[in-house]
């Protein structure tokens, strides 16, 4: 089973600004972050759309959490699953 930790995709903790999390997908140059609980175990993502939206609401990203605006539980698929199967899941 792969775990959270092994996929090369940012990750956060859900207390993170908004703010923060833009610049880390911008550093990292990825459209998504995980959001990963004190245990490492996934609760959420972040989406560049999220963020975007967030801020079009007139949302602060420096004064809002990321557990605020994340796509929640986080999409997952069983790791046998099939590319048309994990597309259904992401749309």
Not at 44 to 72: C, F, N
């Amino acid at each position: 089973m792969v775990s959270a930790e092994d996929l090369p995709v940012p990750r956060l903790n859900p207390d993170v600004s908004v703010l923060e999390a833009a610049k880390l997908m911008i550093s990292e140059r990825s459209s998504e972050v995980f959001v990963l609980d004190d245990g490492g175990r996934p609760v959420g993502v972040v989406r560049y759309l999220d963020v975007v939206r967030s801020v079009a609401e007139g949302k602060h990203p420096a004064r809002t959490a990321i557990q605020e605006i994340m796509l929640q539980p986080a999409p997952m698929v069983d790791e046998e699953a099939t590319v048309n199967e994990v597309s259904k899941v992401l749309a």
